[in-house]
């Protein structure tokens, strides 16, 4: 069987490139999948698509609307759901995907610093594991995969 694993959160940093290579290292049967992680390109489909707007409002509406089409559908493809809330920004987006995963009965696991505990409390309480950083999840999906500790 190959494990399909969505990787959601914050686009800053390298985490999803390091739970590849680490998935990958230990040939782990894994397909990932996840959001546009192009910035630009994801706020701005919506208005280089359907057209542009006056209104940032109705520009924003667009583009989430057209995101909302691949996230979902990668969502509800997906085996586990990784969310990683990063330190620089909110992640709505994250927190959203957290909630829609949850409401699908996806196995979740939660990636974030000491610092997000208590705001995230309450999606940490749907998640199956909390880690803190993609090394634990790398060993995680090895050992609900084969069995392996490390």
Known sequence: MTWTIYLSGEIHTDWRDQIEEGAK????????????????ASDDC?????GQ???KFWHDHK????NAIRTRTLLEAA?????????KYKQWNAA????FAAALGKPMIVMHGKDHQHALKEVDAAALAVTETPQEVV????YVMEGKLA
């Not at 583009?63 to 057209?66: T, Y």
């Not at 586990?80 to 330190?87: A, D, K, L, S, Y």
């Not at 060993?139 to 090895?142: A, K, S």
């Open 46 to 50: 919506g208005v280089v698509i359907l």
């Open 25 to 40: 290292a230990l040939d782990l049967p894994v397909c990932f999948s996840g959001p546009v992680t192009d910035h630009a």
């Open 79 to 87: 085996d586990i759901v990784v969310v990683r809330f990063g330190e």
């Open 96 to 99: 959203f995907d957290a909630g």
């Open 63 to 66: 583009g989430a609307k057209l």
């Open 139 to 142: 060993q995680i999906l090895r």
């Open 53 to 55: 707007e006056e209104n």
